[in-house]
């Protein structure tokens, strides 16, 4: 399969702790994202990578969030110190020539 | 206001019938469009990108965007059970880069 990859695909944790989420992107993309998406909403924007370098954070990426992206391939997204809102769907994106295309995204529940 | 505006449904068409879903939005720098479909749980899947007014044909699918009224559509002709999911419009102002702002999506049933 060579499309974006993502692990965990679900992820329930209690309050307080933390997380971490990983993408493995489409191997001759440059370009990464990550998005999160709450029921009935559509996908928003967190940060982007090109190659490995952070280039945008979104003011939804609270100073809890952190990504990284090391030799521009695989990325991580942590969440520390998690809460009930934090609770969505966290989804990877890479791109190519405007392209993004989608992993299958990590559901994090926060009890 | 939201920058871009989509109705969220649910609409429920039966099999064979034509759909139009639709988009507004109001940032005139976006000046490129894409519609993703979504199965339940699954991540959103790219249909059509399209960065000019006028139509764009790939199959069933047919992409509209109308720069000037700030209106993008996508219609399926002959629809399918299969094409039950939610669609979701998003747009950016650059391809190639920047963030991609999406609807909220529209949730389609089709029945057999």
């Known amino acids: 399969d060579t499309g974006v990859s993502q692990n965990p695909r679900h992820k329930i944790t209690k309050r307080g702790q933390n997380v971490t989420f990983r993408c493995d992107p489409i191997?001759?993309?440059?370009?990464l994202y990550w998005y999160r998406q709450t029921l009935g909403q559509g996908p928003e924007f967190l940060t982007y990578?090109?190659?490995?370098?952070?280039?945008?954070k979104s003011r939804l990426l609270s100073d809890r969030f952190s990504a990284e992206r090391p030799k521009g391939s695989f990325s991580t997204l942590e969440i520390q110190r998690t809460e009930q809102g934090d609770s969505a769907m966290y989804l990877c994106?890479?791109?190519?020539?405007?392209?993004?295309?989608f992993g299958q995204g990590t559901r994090l529940t926060v009890v | 206001q939201k920058e871009v505006e989509q109705d969220p449904g649910p609409l429920s068409v039966p099999e064979g019938a034509i759909v139009s879903l639709n988009c507004t939005y109001s940032?005139?720098?976006?000046?490129?469009f894409m519609w993703y479909r979504q199965y339940s749980r699954k991540g959103p899947e790219l249909l059509m990108y399209?960065?000019?007014?006028g139509n764009k044909e790939d199959g069933r699918f047919t992409a509209q965007v109308d720069k000037s009224s700030k209106y993008i559509s996508l219609f399926i002709r002959d629809s399918q059970p299969s094409d039950s999911a939610t669609y979701l419009c998003?747009?950016?102002?650059?391809?190639?880069?920047?963030?991609?702002?999406f609807g909220k999506g529209t949730k389609l049933t089709v029945n057999p």
């Open positions: 191997s001759e993309h440059n370009r």
């Open positions: 399209t960065y000019s007014s």
């Open positions: 990578f090109q190659n490995e370098a952070q280039l945008e």
């Open positions: 994106a890479s791109s190519l020539e405007g392209r993004a295309f």
């Open positions: 998003a747009m950016t102002p650059q391809g190639g880069s920047e963030k991609l702002v």
């Open positions: 940032n005139s720098a976006f000046q490129y």
